[in-house]
């Protein structure tokens, strides 16, 4: 089993930046990817960006691309999102998760991130 925590959601105005955190823990071995994903009200949920298990590979959608940042520490098992010129439509509950072939699919709760002024 893996857990997933995320923090450091919140409000901030257009143009400002956050930057959010998730702590992975349990049994997590082999290659995988971590990733951020979001869903806004009435939305489905989209992929944001994802950081493959070694950090040599990042993944962003088009919305987020050249604002967005994607990071990890692999010797804690945390990946970052930076997020700068945040806009309204970024408004969404970010949610951390990580897939592996063998390990699983895993989700953590969600942390809010609303952008507004």
């Known amino acids: 089993q893996v857990q997933l925590v995320e923090s450091g959601g919140g409000l901030v105005q257009p143009g400002e930046s956050l930057a959010l955190s998730c702590v992975a823990s349990g049994s997590i071995y082999g290659i995988y990817v971590m990733g951020w994903y979001r869903q806004a009200p009435g939305q489905q949920r989209e992929l944001v960006a994802t950081?493959?298990?070694?950090?040599?590979?990042?993944n962003y959608a088009d919305s987020v691309k050249g604002r967005f940042t994607i990071s990890r520490d692999s010797a804690k098992n945390t990946v970052y999102l930076q997020m700068n010129s945040l806009k309204p439509e970024d408004t969404a509950v970010y949610y951390c998760n990580l897939y592996g072939d063998y390990i699983g699919d895993y989700w953590g709760q969600g942390t809010q991130v609303t952008v507004s002024s």
């Open positions: 950081i493959t298990s070694g950090g040599r590979s990042t």
